[in-house]
């Protein structure tokens, strides 16, 4: 269906990946039923339609890996293939019946607030919308970042981003791999299965931990999922700098190193200078033994120019490819989405985060009234599934439309008092965390303020504690709650 000049909807929901189709789901069954849900793709699913390079995987336990109110009883394996959970996410919104919500191929190209309305004018791919209520639910991996390498776009033979595959690479080519990520560690092993060569460029070694994964027998139960939580909740003790539970982590990560890797000047290489977690935590039983095949090379420097089919690199090493992938990571902090979305006077969400995202509870932004925020400002866990939050997000996203139509749907605004005591909390807290004092640069940083804005600091189950269920208190004008008291 195609949005007429004339149409509107209660609330529009912009993306349609976990976060969207979760909210969706929730939508129809509060009763709820005009809502669109805008995907700019052909189809659901979000990072995981987008990337479906070889090994493409979850890095969470699939037990905690489906909606609690929609669970998956029959995951293969203890750690799900991405194409797995992509099917996962087509069968939700099919079975919650979101089919006729759902416009595929419709791209937002401008959201702005109408304050005589008091409704959102949405600028589409496919024409304008208006909105009493917006959602964002782009996610955080959704906008590939490529880097300014010199003399790339000079590159004769293949060059693509890890989340916009090549489907007809064909087998036996020489390989170029820019990046130690999380994708660059599960797919490597799969490219060196097929390539004639692999070359990895690496800038800074991630820390490694053992995966452990394994198909579920033909019956067998899945580990019970609030266990699962909780012993997932407890890692945050090892994200906090100085504690024995960081110690632990790092000798768990340095003795699967040692295990695997027995050449000392290699391991010297793929050894960190950084605590365990300040950059994300990467887990894989093959990453070592890939880069010691001997077709396989580690360069441990970054790329920094292409001449013809030569990939320079940093160290003035040279190198010989055919096919060039980009497992640079995406736009975090910095989310393109932002400069579309203009609040109060005309200010942007971007101009607003000019010194780092900011909200309250993760969800909601001073000058942007009934704008919800799913994963976005420290919305995102650095040791449990993202889903913890975003299901807790999509319960305070219903409580504030309950609560929009209890008080005669006037527009809800968080005050700018609560933001900034949301955000001074959260600034605190991150304080003591190794994403601050582990030593190095990683995408949950803002690279201008150097704050702490992708992750909350505190654990899964105390987020949703106190942003589960939506508290109208801090829409006060002078409203400074912040969802309880800090733990």
């Given at each position: 269906?195609?949005?007429?000049s004339?149409?509107r909807?209660?609330?529009?929901?912009?993306?349609a990946?976990?976060?969207g189709?979760?909210?969706?789901?929730?939508?129809?069954?509060a009763?709820?039923?005009?809502?669109?849900?805008?995907?700019?793709?052909?189809?659901?699913?979000?990072?995981w339609?987008?990337?479906?390079?070889p090994?493409?995987?979850?890095?969470?336990?699939?037990?905690?890996?489906?909606?609690?109110?929609?669970?998956?009883p029959a995951?293969?394996r203890?750690?799900a293939?991405?194409?797995?959970?992509?099917e996962y996410?087509?069968?939700v919104a099919?079975?919650?019946?979101?089919?006729?919500?759902?416009?595929?191929?419709?791209?937002?190209?401008?959201?702005?607030?109408?304050?005589?309305?008091?409704a959102w004018?949405l600028?589409?791919?496919?024409?304008p919308?208006?909105?009493?209520?917006?959602?964002?639910?782009?996610?955080?991996?959704?906008e590939?970042r490529?880097?300014?390498?010199?003399?790339l776009?000079?590159?004769?033979?293949?060059?693509?981003?890890?989340?916009?595959?090549?489907r007809d690479?064909?087998d036996?080519?020489?390989?170029g791999?820019?990046?130690?990520?999380?994708?660059?560690?599960?797919?490597?092993?799969?490219l060196?299965?097929?390539?004639a060569?692999?070359?990895?460029?690496?800038?800074?070694?991630?820390?490694v931990?053992?995966r452990g994964?394994?198909?579920?027998?033909?019956?067998?139960?899945?580990?019970?999922?609030?266990?699962l939580?909780?012993?997932?909740?407890r890692?945050?003790?090892?994200?906090?700098?100085?504690?024995t539970a960081e110690?632990?982590?790092?000798?768990?990560?340095?003795s699967?190193?040692?295990?695997?890797?027995?050449?000392?000047a290699?391991?010297?290489?793929?050894?960190p200078?950084y605590?365990?977690?300040?950059?994300?935590?990467?887990f894989?039983?093959?990453?070592?033994?890939?880069?010691?095949?001997?077709?396989?090379?580690?360069?441990?420097?970054?790329?920094?120019g292409?001449e013809?089919?030569?990939?320079?690199?940093a160290?003035?090493?040279?190198?010989e490819?055919d096919?060039?992938?980009?497992?640079?990571?995406?736009?975090?902090?910095?989310?393109?989405?932002?400069?579309?979305?203009?609040g109060r006077?005309?200010?942007?969400l971007?101009?607003?985060?000019?010194?780092?995202?900011?909200?309250?509870?993760?969800?909601?932004?001073?000058?942007?009234?009934?704008?919800?925020?799913?994963?976005g400002?420290?919305?995102?866990?650095?040791h449990?599934?993202?889903?913890?939050?975003?299901?807790?997000?999509?319960?305070?996203?219903l409580?504030?439309?309950?609560?929009?139509?209890?008080?005669?749907?006037?527009?809800?605004?968080?005050?700018?008092?609560?933001?900034?005591a949301?955000?001074?909390?959260?600034?605190?807290?991150?304080a003591?965390?190794?994403?601050?004092r582990?030593?190095?640069?990683?995408?949950?940083?803002?690279?201008?303020?150097?704050?702490?804005?992708?992750?909350?600091?505190?654990?899964?189950?105390?987020?949703?504690?106190?942003?589960?269920?939506?508290?109208p208190?801090?829409?006060?004008?002078?409203?400074?709650?912040?969802?309880?008291?800090?733990?």
């Amino acid at each position: 269906m195609i949005p007429t000049s004339s149409e509107r909807v209660d609330v529009a929901v912009v993306g349609a990946g976990l976060a969207g189709v979760g909210l969706g789901a929730r939508l129809r069954r509060a009763g709820r039923t005009d809502f669109a849900l805008l995907e700019r793709a052909d189809d659901v699913g979000g990072t995981w339609r987008d990337n479906v390079y070889p090994g493409v995987s979850c890095d969470i336990p699939s037990a905690l890996y489906s909606y609690s109110f929609l669970p998956q009883p029959a995951w293969s394996r203890v750690f799900a293939p991405g194409a797995e959970i992509h099917e996962y996410v087509r069968d939700v919104a099919r079975s919650e019946g979101l089919a006729p919500h759902l416009r595929l191929g419709t791209g937002l190209t401008g959201a702005r607030w109408d304050e005589d309305e008091a409704a959102w004018r949405l600028t589409t791919s496919r024409g304008p919308l208006t909105a009493r209520v917006l959602v964002t639910a782009v996610g955080r991996l959704s906008e590939p970042r490529v880097p300014g390498i010199r003399g790339l776009g000079t590159f004769p033979g293949r060059v693509f981003h890890s989340a916009r595959w090549d489907r007809d690479l064909p087998d036996g080519l020489r390989i170029g791999v820019v990046g130690t990520g999380a994708s660059a560690v599960q797919l490597v092993p799969e490219l060196a299965r097929r390539a004639a060569s692999v070359v990895v460029l690496q800038r800074t070694p991630p820390w490694v931990l053992p995966r452990g994964d394994r198909a579920y027998a033909p019956g067998e139960a899945l580990p019970d999922r609030a266990a699962l939580a909780e012993e997932a909740d407890r890692l945050f003790e090892a994200r906090i700098a100085g504690t024995t539970a960081e110690a632990a982590l790092r000798e768990r990560a340095e003795s699967h190193l040692r295990a695997q890797v027995p050449d000392p000047a290699l391991r010297a290489l793929l050894t960190p200078d950084y605590a365990v977690g300040c950059k994300r935590a990467l887990f894989s039983d093959d990453w070592y033994p890939a880069l010691q095949q001997p077709h396989v090379t580690l360069e441990p420097s970054a790329a920094a120019g292409v001449e013809g089919s030569t990939l320079v690199a940093a160290s003035g090493a040279r190198y010989e490819v055919d096919v060039l992938v980009l497992a640079t990571g995406f736009e975090t902090t910095r989310p393109p989405f932002a400069r579309l979305v203009a609040g109060r006077d005309g200010r942007t969400l971007a101009e607003h985060w000019a010194d780092g995202m900011t909200s309250h509870a993760s969800t909601v932004v001073h000058g942007f009234p009934n704008l919800f925020v799913l994963d976005g400002p420290n919305a995102g866990l650095g040791h449990h599934s993202a889903l913890e939050v975003i299901e807790a997000q999509i319960g305070y996203v219903l409580g504030g439309l309950d609560h929009l139509d209890a008080t005669g749907r006037r527009p809800l605004e968080v005050s700018a008092a609560a933001e900034a005591a949301y955000t001074r909390e959260v600034d605190e807290r991150a304080a003591g965390t190794v994403w601050l004092r582990g030593g190095c640069r990683s995408w949950y940083v803002d690279e201008h303020s150097g704050r702490l804005t992708l992750l909350w600091p505190g654990r899964a189950a105390e987020y949703r504690e106190r942003f589960g269920v939506f508290d109208p208190a801090p829409f006060a004008p002078d409203g400074v709650g912040v969802g309880g008291p800090p733990r």
